[in-house]
Nanobody, 123 residues
Framework: QEQLVQSGGGSAQAGGSLRLSCAASGYFNTMAWFRQAPGKEREGVAAIDRERDGTTTYADSVKGRFTISRDNTKNTLYLQMHTLKPDDTAMYYC??????????????????WGQGTQVTVTV
């Protein structure tokens, strides 16, 4: 049964770093990270296709600070976050599609979701 299980996250001071992981059971092509802060809409953060030439896409707000990667041998997705800002505080979710979504940040493209993990960045 296809499943996504997240780990990592927690609290960090502004300027610090955190890493999120998402262990997948089953085959997935495009995988992505989304986040949702209280009172705000869910936002696509980064996405990556399975293929070796797969593209990656980042939200403008995280470009140059966050890196999405995946290890297909471990069936795991990662989000390395550097230079964290208080505005990065949110619940983070991994998402996946069994089909190639060309690293889309549209949440409607994904039908499998992780349980969510809180990231809190303090000044």
């Amino acid at each position: 049964q296809e499943q996504l299980v997240q780990s990592g996250g927690g609290s960090a001071q502004a300027g610090g770093s955190l890493r999120l992981s998402c262990a997948a059971s089953g085959y997935f092509n495009t995988m992505a990270w989304f986040r949702q802060a209280p009172g705000k809409e869910r936002e696509g953060v980064a996405a990556i296709d399975r293929e070796r030439d797969g593209t990656t896409t980042y939200a403008d707000s995280v470009k140059g600070r966050f890196t999405i990667s995946r290890d297909n041998t471990k069936n795991t997705l990662y989000l390395q976050m550097h230079t964290l800002k208080p505005d990065d505080t949110a619940m983070y979710y991994c998402a996946a599609s069994q089909f190639r979504q060309w690293s889309s940040l549209r949440d409607t493209r994904y039908n499998y979701w992780g349980q969510g993990t809180q990231v809190t960045v303090t000044v």
